[in-house]
Every structure is written in C-alpha cells, then in structure tokens.
C-alpha cells in the first residue's frame, strides 16, 4: 500500500466534514419533528428491515446496541404510540416491532428531507469518493 499523501488526508478530512454535515442535518431534522437522533435511526430501521418487523433482537443488532438499550428505545417509541410489539407466534421469547400509522407519515416527511439533503450533497459526495473507488 502506497504512502499517504497531503492530498489524501485532504480529501479524508473534507469527507468526514460532509459526512458530518450530513449527520448534524440529520440530528437536527429529528428534533425538529421532536424526535431524538437514535429514535428517528430506530423508525428508519425498523421501516428499513427487509424481512418484515424486526425482533429486538435484529433492531439492537442494527443500531448497534446491546439488546437490553433497544427495549428502553422500543419503551420510549411505544409511549409515545410510535411503534408497537408482538410476540411471534412461532417462539414467544421473540418480540417484533412495528410503526405505528403516526410514525410512518413522520419518517416519510423526514425520509423526504434526507432524500433531497443527499441530492443536494450527492455531487460533493461522489467527487470525493471518486479516487477511492
């Protein structure tokens, strides 16, 4: 592996500043809409999943938690009738979550903002991704 050079951690630090723009917009999206930053990734998550709700289990494992932290975030969304549980038929021990009615019209309104935040920054995005890939 070649050498870093004065460009390349140029371009890895105006990365991580765009990354970071990126995530500061983000936070400040979900507070907008009165939502934590970890409570809008767990609805996005949760939305995200491709095999239906997912367990606790899968949530933790996608947030990157420990398990015991995503029931307290799934207690917090559920009080505020953001999401729901059921239990698996199949294996009682495992609990699935799902979006509320009121949660899906609030992350499509903060998905959209995304979307277009990563179109505006898309440009940015790829020119500097671009001698990396």
């Known amino acids: ?23 500061a917009f983000s936070e400040q999206a979900a507070e907008a809409a009165g ?27 996608q947030l990157c938690i420990r398990p015991h932290s995503a029931v307290g975030l799934i207690d917090r969304l559920a009080a505020r009738d953001l999401v729901t549980r059921a239990e698996d038929r ?6 699935h979550v799902a979006l509320t009615a009121a949660a899906e019209a609030m992350l499509e309104v903060l998905s959209a903002a995304h979307r277009a935040e990563l179109e505006r920054i898309a440009p940015t995005l790829r020119a500097l991704l671009t001698p990396f890939g």
């Open 1 to 23: 592996m070649a050498a870093l050079t004065q460009a390349d951690y140029r371009q890895l630090a105006a990365f991580r500043h765009a990354l970071r723009r990126f995530l």
């Open 90 to 95: 199949a294996d009682r021990r495992q609990v």
């Open 35 to 61: 939502l934590t930053p970890q409570q809008h990734q767990a609805l996005l998550a949760i939305k995200g999943m491709e095999d239906g709700p997912p367990t606790i289990g899968a949530l933790a494992e």
